[in-house]
């Protein structure tokens, strides 16, 4: 089983930049395609991008398309979701998940992962 820890969240002006880590233990990245979600007050957990299980495989939601960046570094155990010009709409709670079932690609839907970090805010303000 692996523990998912977030960090790198805090309060950024619009159209500046933040990078947030997600650290796993217990296992190895390689395992699992990972996800980044995000939930703004009153709003559903909604997808923000993805990363398959080798690496090779990157999605991003319509609303981060070109403006953010996931990367991994197997040594370090980490995934890494690099954020540009940010808008105030990105304001939210972020969450990185594992999901072990899909060998290939990467899910999109929240139900699909198994393990989930305790979150980081990022406020994004005028």
């Known amino acids: 089983q692996v523990q998912l820890v977030e960090s790198g969240g805090g309060l950024v002006q619009a159209g500046g930049s933040l990078k947030l880590s997600c650290a796993a233990s217990?296992?190895?990245?390689?395992?699992?395609?990972i996800g980044w979600f995000r939930q703004a007050p009153g709003k559903e957990r909604e997808f923000v991008g993805a990363?398959?299980?080798?690496?090779?495989?990157?999605h991003y939601a319509d609303s981060v398309k070109g403006r953010f960046t996931i990367s991994s570094d197997r040594f370090k155990n980490t995934v890494n979701l690099e954020m540009d010009s940010l808008k105030l709409e990105d304001t939210a709670v972020y969450y990185c998940a594992a999901d072990r079932v899909t060998l290939s690609g990467a899910r999109t839907t929240p139900n699909w992962y198994d393990y989930w970090g305790q979150g980081t805010q990022v406020t994004v303000s005028s």
């Open positions: 990363v398959s299980r080798s690496g090779h495989y990157l």
């Open positions: 217990g296992s190895t990245f390689s395992n699992y395609a």
